[in-house]
């Protein structure tokens, strides 16, 4: 009657023990399921990143493509409309406007003799330049030149 009696408490500590452990094994079961969907959903994104990232590069390039043509044929019409040296002067001076390229001076300098032209001449470049700077930021900039 005891070794029965010892048999069933050590069944039943053992049941105990199980049950115990049943929550940290469901805990367990449901943190794997947890990280198993968050890495198909990472995996997922990737490739909707891929896919857009794809397609994206297919139309730019399309666009650099129709671009490209459009230059290219306007210029041919431009060439048989002015010829090629009055096309390439056309262009070239776009090109230096796009660029905002100076070719004159903004301040014309025409000697007289005394120098207060020059005095002048400068002064109005600075002053020029806009009236967001303060008269002292030009007389800085004055004395730097």
Do not use: W
Not at 129 to 140: C, M, N, R
């Amino acid at each position: 009657m005891q070794q029965e009696a010892q048999e069933q408490r050590i069944l039943t500590e053992k049941s105990r023990g199980t049950a115990d452990m049943q929550a940290e094994l469901a805990k367990s079961q449901v943190g794997i399921d947890i990280k198993t969907n968050n890495a198909k959903a990472r995996e997922a994104e990737g490739r909707g990143e891929a896919s857009y990232v794809e397609q994206t590069g297919k139309a730019q390039g399309a666009q650099v493509e129709a671009v490209g043509m459009a230059r290219a044929k306007a210029y041919e019409a431009q060439v048989r409309a002015l010829g090629q040296t009055q096309t390439a002067v056309v262009n070239v001076v776009a090109a230096l406007a796009e660029k905002n390229m100076k070719i004159v001076p903004e301040v014309l300098v025409a000697g007289g003799g005394n120098g207060v032209e020059g005095l002048a001449a400068t002064l109005m470049k600075h002053f020029s330049s806009g009236p967001t700077a303060s008269v002292e930021e030009k007389t800085k900039q004055l004395k730097k030149d």
